[in-house]
């Protein structure tokens, strides 16, 4: 059974920084793209940032700047680094990971960012 844990999350101030870590385990089958989405109670989930085995990332426009995405393979974990962080960031931001032949993918529990003053 594919086991997430979550954390990082927590409540910080309009320009703050926040780092979220997820370490995934369980998994039968190699891992690929992990990443993160985020969700605000009524609208669409949104796909905030993935990365590759390779290395490769690709970010929404509107975190593109503020936030770096990274991962240590050995250790199938994934981590976030929010910067300048605004009001809008504020969502529950689930990790995610899908296997190497996307038949697979994965969801962590969530974690509530919160960014207010």
């Known amino acids: 059974q594919v086991q997430f844990v979550e954390s990082g999350g927590g409540l910080v101030q309009p320009g703050g920084s926040l780092r979220l870590s997820c370490v995934v385990s369980?998994?039968?089958?190699?891992?690929?793209?992990m990443g993160w989405y985020r969700q605000v109670p009524g609208k669409q989930r949104e796909l905030v940032t993935t990365?590759?085995?390779?290395?490769?990332?690709n970010y929404a426009d509107s975190v593109k700047g503020r936030f770096t995405i990274s991962r240590d393979n050995a250790k199938n974990t994934v981590y976030l680094q929010m910067n300048s962080l605004k009001p809008d960031d504020t969502a529950v931001y689930s990790c995610?990971?899908?296997?190497?032949?996307?038949?697979?993918?994965?969801w962590g529990q969530g974690t509530q960012v919160t960014v207010s003053s």
């Open positions: 995610y990971a899908q296997t190497a032949d996307q038949l697979h993918t994965y």
């Open positions: 990365i590759t085995s390779g290395g490769r990332t």
């Open positions: 369980g998994s039968d089958f190699r891992l690929d793209a």
